[in-house]
């Protein structure tokens, strides 16, 4: 028997291997579980996440023939994805856990645009 590398083991998948579809879990296990999705190293695999929803959102924007989609409406859209597929299939824990990981995201991409925007507003004040 070979033993499972390190860079190998994956937290998110081991968490969920607790859950059987008739298991009931908490809402904190929920979020914990979507936590360890969007706070695990998915830079390396997905690249950094406002430059990646920027780009899913300008793909969007094409497709659609419209100009003002935004990363934080992905963060959005993918969450309503995720909820649509819960209407089908509410058992699937993967869903909940999904569409929690996408709010946290979206949150997170409006904070540094709020920091970023107070930012620049303090320093256009400072200007003479």
Same mark, same amino acid.
């Given at each position: 028997?070979? $033993?499972?590398? $390190?860079?190998?083991?994956d937290p998110v998948k081991e968490a969920l291997k607790m859950f059987e579809p008739q298991q009931r ?10 936590? =360890? &999705? ?20 300008? &793909? ?6 419209? &100009?003002?989609?935004?990363? =934080? ?14 209407? =089908? ?24 645009? $709020? ?10 004040? $400072?200007?003479?």
């Amino acid at each position: 028997m070979t $033993k499972k590398k $390190k860079e190998d083991f994956d937290p998110v998948k081991e968490a969920l291997k607790m859950f059987e579809p008739q298991q009931r879990f908490s809402r904190s296990e929920i979020l914990d579980i979507a936590k =360890q &999705y969007v706070t695990k190293d998915r830079e390396n695999e997905h690249g950094d996440m406002n430059d990646n929803f920027l780009t899913i959102a300008s &793909y969007w924007n094409v497709h659609l023939n419209i &100009y003002h989609i935004g990363p =934080q409406d992905v963060a959005v859209m993918m969450a309503l994805l995720k909820i649509a597929r819960i209407e =089908q299939n509410e058992k699937n824990l993967d869903n909940w856990v999904d569409a929690c990981g996408y709010l946290s995201c979206g949150g997170e991409i409006i904070a540094r645009k $709020k920091k970023r925007s107070e930012e620049h507003g303090s320093a256009i004040k $400072k200007l003479p």
